[in-house]
């Protein structure tokens, strides 16, 4: 579809995770990329599979189909010769910045108590985020 050395930068943001073979994919994007080009590789990080109750739950999604993991990035692009940093991160916004200003007392009462804004859920994320970083990112280089 596209000439090889072409581009500079691919970006594939969730896509991986949903490929029965993803090789294909990662070949075809290191025929694609020029020397030197990156790619920025996001997916769901394995943790995802520890936390049923959330909406973030890696198997509610059902078109997800693998996992994956940094030790496994790294695997993957040091099989196709491929220079690579691969991090977990978090998604969640646990401890929002504006709090009381914009939410009046009847409103944040009606709120889900993993807002942020609870003791509870205040602890909770303190205890939890830390170890979820339900977010993997690579970069590759060719």
């Not at 072409?6 to 896509?15: E, G, L, P, R």
């Not at 080009?37 to 909406?55: D, I």
Request: net charge positive; proline share 6%.
């Amino acid at each position: 579809m596209y000439a090889a050395d072409s581009f500079d930068a691919v970006i594939c943001q969730h896509v991986i995770e949903h490929l029965v073979n993803p090789v294909p994919m990662i070949e075809g994007i290191k025929m694609i990329l020029k020397k030197g080009g990156k790619l920025y590789l996001e997916t769901p990080n394995w943790t995802r599979l520890f936390v049923p109750f959330s909406h973030l739950y890696f198997w509610g999604d059902y078109t997800h189909i693998h996992p994956y993991s940094v030790s496994t990035m790294y695997r993957m692009f040091n099989d196709f010769d491929m220079q690579a940093r691969a991090w977990s991160v978090s998604s969640c916004t646990w401890f929002p910045k504006r709090v009381a200003k914009d939410f009046s007392k009847s409103t944040a009462d009606k709120l889900p108590l993993y807002d942020g804004r609870g003791f509870f859920s205040r602890s909770f994320a303190r205890l939890i985020n830390p170890l979820l970083h339900d977010i993997l990112i690579a970069i590759a280089e060719k």
